[in-house]
Nanobody
Framework: QVQLVESGGGSVQAGGSLRLSCVAS????????MGWSRQAPGKEREGVAA???????RYADSVKGRFTISKDNAKNTLYLQMNSLKPEDTAMYYC????????????????WGQGTQVTVSS
């Protein structure tokens, strides 16, 4: 089972940017769909972004045009660049994976890291 460790969270004012990173213990990118989920207080966890083995990406409507997911297979690392942050982006962000022959089925994952907190103030 892949182990995922996130970093890069913090506090920022609205309109600011943060870059999250996730190091995976193994990164057989041809086998996994990788991505990010988030969970705000009192809300269910939701998928934010995903990237498949070919590098194709997909995003939740709420973050399209503001967030960018990318990966570096050589470094076993996944990234989430978050720009134009809004207070409603405040949440615990989780690196996520799904073993699915590298195909992403929506923003659905089966494994998550411990999370990194992102707080956006107005």
């Amino acid at each position: 089972q892949v182990q995922l460790v996130e970093s890069g969270g913090g506090s920022v004012q609205a309109g600011g940017s943060l870059r999250l990173s996730c190091v995976a213990s193994e990164f057989p990118y041809k086998e996994y769909c990788m991505g990010w989920s988030r969970q705000a207080p009192g809300k269910e966890r939701e998928g934010v972004a995903a990237i498949d083995s070919d590098g194709n990406t997909r995003y939740a409507d709420s973050v399209k045009g503001r967030f960018t997911i990318s990966k570096d297979n050589a470094k076993n690392t996944l990234y989430l660049q978050m720009n134009s942050l809004k207070p409603e982006d405040t949440a615990m962000y989780y690196c996520a994976a799904r073993r699915s022959s590298g195909i992403c089925y929506g923003l659905i994952f089966g494994y998550w890291g411990q999370g990194t907190q992102v707080t956006v103030s107005s």
